[in-house]
Each structure stands twice: as C-alpha cells, then as structure tokens.
T-cell receptor, first 115, second 111 residues
Framework: DSGVTQTPKHLITATGQRVTLRCSPR?????VYWYQQSLDQGLQFLIQ???????AKGNILERFSAQQFPDLHSELNLSSLELGDSALYFC??????????????FGEGSRLTVL | QQPVQSPQAVILREGEDAVINCSSS?????VHWYRQKHGEAPVFLMI?????EQKGHEKISASFNEKKQQSSLYLTASQLSYSGTYFC????????????FGQGTTLQVKP
C-alpha cells in the first residue's frame, strides 16, 4: 500500500460526458502528479501540482483540467470524453519542496472506459 | 522528450542476467527507474543523479553515463519476482517538476 488513494477505481461512461478522478496523496506529501497509461502506451505525464500550485504541465489536453485543493487532495477533470481517452489514470505523490522530482508513490489508478 | 528504452521485451530463465537501457537526446539531470507488475501500480526502484553514480537495490543496480545521456539497469541472477515492465524516467532539470517516462521494457522470467 503506497498510501496514495485514488477514486473511483473503475469508471465506465459514454462519449461526450465529463468525469472527475480524485486523488489523496500520502500524508505529508505536497506534490501530486497525474499520469495517463493507455493499453499500448507508457506512462504519459499530464500535470504536476505542488502545495496547491500548478508546477509543471505535460501532454495534457485542453479538455482535461486539474487542481490541488488546500487539503492537498487533487482532482483530474476530463470533459467531452472520446473513445481514445479510455486509459488507466495514475496519481502519484512525493514529498516535494526540493530540487528534482524525488521518489514517486503511485496510487492504484482509476481505470476509465469510454463507450 | 521521451527517453528511449531498449530492448522492448526480454525473456529470461531464472538465474540469468539482463540489462535494460535508457537513452535520451537531451542532457539529463536525473534518471529514475520503476517496475510495474501486471495490474499493479509502478513501484520505485532508484534514482540516479548526473555524476555517473551507480546504485544498487538488492540484485538490481543501475548506472548513469552523463556524457552519453544513457542509463542502464542491471538485473543479476533474475528471480521470478523480477517479471514486470520496467520504466525509466528522466528529468532534464531539477526545477521543471517533469518526470518523463520511456515506453517501458517488459521482462518475463521463466522457471
């Protein structure tokens, strides 16, 4: 158990819909990262937050947005969903606050299926 | 810029050794290694900072050649538990907050 909690574990929805994925980082971790993993793809970096502020952006689509709240949990919002958005979405956390990314602790992921 | 891993897949017998390579076209600040077992989340193995250091984790070690922007992961006397997909992740700077992963190398260890 990494200490990172992601909900929901599984989600099935239709094209055009909007979903929210939630992540609670490990106790004491200030940084949250979101990654997308499709069936034949590696781990695609989406976005990183540190202590409530967006710190780094990767290949995140404009239809996707995220935020980190004062209690440090984070949400990833996916809208106007397309079939290609079906993937496993991982949240990871790290202590943060120092140079470099550091060790990431991954949650179990949220598997999104768009029909 | 996504790092490139090779080989894409490896099949070994228990007790055999393997090397997984990770290369980047950009100068690197650090290289990270993770292992993901089927149906599970990636798990951290080690981080190597520029400076050519080598690190070990049980029978798994890695090196980082800063000049060549390459890292290699060495799995010695492989065990069944080593099976999984290995990802290298790279940072080009310690200030970007971006850890970009390669496409992964699938390792299968057979009895």
């Amino acid at each position: 158990d990494s200490g990172v909690t992601q909900t929901p574990k599984h989600l099935i929805t239709a094209t055009g819909q909007r979903v929210t994925l939630r992540c609670s980082p490990r106790s004491g971790d200030l940084s949250v990262y979101w990654y997308q993993q499709s069936l034949d793809q590696g781990l695609q970096f989406l976005i990183q937050y540190y202590n409530g502020e967006e710190r780094a952006k990767g290949n995140i689509l404009e239809r996707f947005s995220a935020q980190q709240f004062p209690d440090l949990h984070s949400e990833l919002n996916l809208s106007s969903l397309e079939l290609g958005d079906s993937a496993l979405y991982f949240c990871a956390s790290s202590v943060g606050g120092h140079t470099g990314v550091g060790e990431l602790f991954f949650g179990e992921g949220s598997r999104l299926t768009v029909l | 810029q996504q790092p490139v891993q090779s080989p894409q897949a490896v099949i070994l017998r228990e007790g055999e050794d393997a090397v997984i390579n990770c290369s980047s076209s950009k100068a690197l600040y650090s290289v990270h290694w993770y292992r993901q077992k089927h149906g599970e989340a990636p798990v951290f193995l080690m981080i190597l900072l520029k400076g050519g250091e080598q690190k070990g984790h049980e029978k798994i070690s890695a090196s980082f050649n800063e000049k060549k922007q390459q890292s290699s992961l060495y799995l010695t006397a492989s065990q069944l538990s080593y099976s999984g997909t290995y990802f290298c992740g790279t940072e080009i700077s310690g200030n970007t907050g971006k850890l970009i992963f390669g496409q992964g190398t699938t390792l299968q260890v057979k009895p």
